[in-house]
């Protein structure tokens, strides 16, 4: 990974601080490491009308497709948790899942994915938190 793993765990820790939870109290940040060095954090955004949420993982997605981010991801940090950052590392719902593997997909690329805790971070690949991803080849 060409992004160093603490900055991109700061990045997550950072944009969780900056949550929108009103709600739930669970705040989650999410930061995605691209090959050419960018850093783009989200947070989560509560509604009261629960369906329109949008996770951290999503935001962040969202605000990289639309500062022209094509491809390259190459990591992801998710931290947040009750208030806070939760003792055991917190992981991408499968919504997140799916929005993170279409952008790998745009790249080519399998990023690791850093689920972050209070005291640990467990490390996965993406095509392990989503086997058999549903992709563009899926519509053909």
């Given at each position: 990974m060409e992004i160093e793993r603490d900055t991109l765990i700061a990045a997550a820790r950072d944009a969780a601080a900056k949550a929108y939870a009103p709600y739930s109290h669970f705040h989650v940040g999410a930061a995605l490491g691209f090959a050419d060095g960018t850093v783009v954090t989200g947070a989560n955004v509560e509604n009261a009308s629960y369906g329109l949420t949008l996770c951290a993982e999503t935001a962040a997605a969202a605000r990289a497709m639309n500062d022209g981010q094509r491809?390259?991801?190459?990591?992801?940090?998710?931290?947040?948790?009750?208030?806070?950052?939760?003792?055991?590392?917190?992981?991408?719902?499968?919504?997140?899942?799916?929005?993170?593997s279409e952008l790998a997909h745009l790249g080519g690329t399998d990023p690791v994915v850093l689920c972050v805790g209070a005291s640990e971070t467990f490390e996965y690949s993406l095509s392990e938190l989503l086997p058999g991803a549903f992709g563009p080849a899926s519509l053909s």
């Amino acid at each position: 990974m060409e992004i160093e793993r603490d900055t991109l765990i700061a990045a997550a820790r950072d944009a969780a601080a900056k949550a929108y939870a009103p709600y739930s109290h669970f705040h989650v940040g999410a930061a995605l490491g691209f090959a050419d060095g960018t850093v783009v954090t989200g947070a989560n955004v509560e509604n009261a009308s629960y369906g329109l949420t949008l996770c951290a993982e999503t935001a962040a997605a969202a605000r990289a497709m639309n500062d022209g981010q094509r491809g390259g991801l190459i990591a992801v940090a998710v931290a947040g948790g009750k208030d806070g950052i939760a003792a055991n590392p917190v992981t991408p719902c499968g919504r997140c899942r799916q929005v993170l593997s279409e952008l790998a997909h745009l790249g080519g690329t399998d990023p690791v994915v850093l689920c972050v805790g209070a005291s640990e971070t467990f490390e996965y690949s993406l095509s392990e938190l989503l086997p058999g991803a549903f992709g563009p080849a899926s519509l053909s």
